[in-house]
């Protein structure tokens, strides 16, 4: 989902040649400058950002590792905002009510259902309210969405009042001991009284521990422009963006903290349940830098797999043991853990790789398919150990597999590449790594 600005920013620390190089830093500045408007960062942030990363560099000295240091550091001051909540919290006497706002199709149905979705991943009991009377069906859509992926809902079609079902969804959710209440709202084409007197309606009535604003990045500037106003009326705890996967316009995630003072909690990538990211500012950045999200993938895969399976992978991937067994265990699982494109942008190094992806099925991908047809004509000593492959065994291979072995040769060595990236940057020195490697290698930041 950050595929263009990771692109961007590799080009950037790619123009820092030599030390001590003012023109390769005004270079790499500008190179930053231009991604970041154009993913429609405000130009205000842009110019804030590139003041404090130029006058960073200059403190410690011109080169390659102080750009990569100050970048990074910035960045993560950029996306955090002081004081506020990162991730989902509970509230210290469950339920846990949070409050969906937003305008007319921003997602959050789609979302509601999505973080509830979520969180009876984590083994959460989970309501659904459905206050949104205005839209004809609406209610329908929750129902099937609900019904779908078995989570409770408390609808009531023969009331027209959404405050009167959020005060019943409240008890109903208190009484049955659940442990998250979410409210589902209407919203309108633009904001006008009627709609926010509603939400502060619901909003008094259930007294929520969270009022999340739905937001959707494919309007750009305009997402945090609503935001800010809804803001005023409804105090808004956090901002979840919807549509990511469209990026065209991803620099609203990266200025809505600072734009805002509101945190970014959540990030909607795609239309499907599994479709929904936590935003952690350290995290982020890293994989703006394309150092992965190790932790984020390992939680991800928790969630669906159990979380010792995930922890036993993640320690294989530290200890560089990662093979084709475990290989084709995470292909099967990733099948239930949404669109593929998000996972890659997870895995260092790999960033470039999900661009190219896009979203693929991954029941009927043809990459997929060739890749099990190769680790199947493995034995069962070459699948635990990828080293033993040496060129009879890989043209074995490739015959079993009913391929040429240049495409054995070409995922023998995404999967190498993969396995030591995600190794290399795992551990605690991880960055000191990435810049050590980069000096050495002058130029390319290795894939
Ligand atoms: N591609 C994509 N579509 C989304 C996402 N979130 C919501 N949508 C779609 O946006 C449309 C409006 O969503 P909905 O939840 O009904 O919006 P609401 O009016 O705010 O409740 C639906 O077609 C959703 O499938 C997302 O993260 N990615
Ligand atoms: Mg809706």
Sequence with gaps: MFEALTDSFKTAINKMRFADDENSLKKALDTLKKSLLKADVHHKIVKELLKEIESDVKA??????????????????????????????????????????????SGKTTTT????????Q?????????CDLQRLAAVEQLKQLCSQNEIDLYA???????????KLAKQKAEEGLYDVLIVDTAGRLAIDEELMSELSNIKTTIEP???????????????IRSAGTFNEKMQISGVILSKYDGDSKGGVALGLASQLHIPLRFIGVGEKVADLELFVPERIASRLMDEGDLEGLAEKTADIIDEKEARKMTSKIKKGQFNFNDFLAQLES???LGSMKSLMGMIPGMSGMASKLGDMDLENSAEIKSIKAMISSMTKKE?????????????????????????????????????????????????????NLMSQQGSNIPR
């Excluded at 259902?113 to 009876?120: E, G, N, T, Y």
């Design 60 to 105: 410690k000295g011109i080169g390659k590792e102080s750009f990569l240091l100050a970048l990074k550091s910035n960045l993560m001051d950029l996306l955090t905002v002081e004081g506020g909540k990162v991730g989902f919290i509970y509230a210290s006497k469950p339920p846990t009510k949070v409050l969906m706002c937003g305008l007319q199709g």
């Design 113 to 120: 259902v999505k973080l509830a979705v979520h969180l009876k």
């Design 122 to 130: 984590k083994k959460k009991k989970v309501l659904v309210a459905a």
């Design 156 to 166: 009531d079609e023969s009331l027209n009042d959404p405050i009167m079902i959020a």
């Design 209 to 223: 521990d969270e009022v999340f604003y739905v937001a959707d990045s494919m309007t750009g500037q305009d997402a």
């Design 334 to 336: 990733m099948k239930k």
């Design 383 to 435: 699948r635990e150990k990828p080293d033993l492959l040496n060129n009879s065994r890989k043209k074995r291979i490739a015959q079993g597999a009913g391929l040429s072995q240049m495409e054995v040769n070409r995922f023998l060595k995404q999967f190498k590449n993969a396995a030591k990236m995600a190794k290399k940057f795992s551990g605690k020195k991880g960055m000191q790594d990435l810049q």
